[in-house]
């Protein structure tokens, strides 16, 4: 009898800690909705201006709401991330603007993992496109760490995206952090060099840059059906 009742405390103690969790996740998850429409903070995502503005008026604290507008950016997917990207490196320079965001990015990676892990397609599927769903979910569900980096690696892939479909799979939480961070950093450091660039005014640097970016963003996006596809005959 002492067995069975040491398993039920075990099993009770898993469902209070799914519990305490699971409020605490929808606790966040209301607050970003929240702030995202009471502070129409769309616009910030679309207005580079306006957004550099509203974080500067923070004075001292801006470091802590640039992170907070990374981490929104991921957990209300499919939103770009690209502006916030470039705004790190102009207020805060190439180095710090990509460790900002990096901090950012992999906050609201874990968030957006978690919640559709506990919460499930239910969630996932009023965030993430029904298109971006079917496509990649069976496909993640079976494939290799190296493949889910070269995913966040490439430009072009919906990285917001596959945060929530993830957290559908069997993966656990560290390794699913480490890949989509190293995934994301080649990204996240080019746009804090183009913010950077732009303060400067170093304008051969940004072209550079910028037409790099270009060039890779253009061809992810015109092979990536083709690259999805070897991915699944080669693993």
């Known amino acids: 009898m002492k067995p069975s009742s040491d398993r039920r405390g075990i099993d009770c103690g898993m469902n209070r800690k799914t519990i305490y969790r699971s409020i605490i996740l ?39 709401v640039f992170i907070a507008l990374q981490i929104l950016q991921v957990i209300l997917a499919p939103i770009p991330g690209e502006a916030t990207g470039v705004i790190g490196g102009y207020l805060y320079g190439p180095i ?17 993992f978690c919640l559709a892990h506990i919460f499930g397609e239910p969630l996932v599927e009023k965030i993430v496109k029904p298109e971006t769903l079917r496509k990649y979910d069976n496909f993640l569900e079976h494939k290799g760490r190296l493949v889910i980096f070269i995913l ?3 430009p072009g892939f919906p990285k917001d995206s596959l ?15 480490v890949i989509s ?10 746009l ?16 550079i840059i910028l ?20 991915l699944k005959r080669d693993h």
């Open 26 to 64: 929808l606790s966040i998850l209301a607050l970003c909705f929240f702030a995202f429409f009471h502070y129409h903070l769309s616009t910030f995502f679309l207005d580079r201006g306006k957004a550099i503005t509203f974080i500067k008026s923070f004075g001292p604290w801006s470091v802590l």
């Open 96 to 112: 710090l603007g990509t460790i900002y965001s990096t901090i950012g990015l992999a906050l609201g990676s874990w968030l957006a």
């Open 152 to 154: 966040f690696l490439i």
């Open 163 to 177: 945060s929530y479909i993830l957290g559908l799979s069997h993966m656990r939480a560290l390794p699913f952090i």
């Open 181 to 190: 961070t190293a995934g994301r950093l080649l990204g996240t450091g080019s």
């Open 192 to 207: 804090s060099l183009i913010g950077s660039y732009a303060r400067n005014r170093q304008y051969e640097g940004l072209a």
């Open 211 to 230: 037409i790099g970016c270009c060039v890779m963003v253009i061809v992810a996006y015109l092979y990536r059906d083709s690259l999805l596809s070897k």
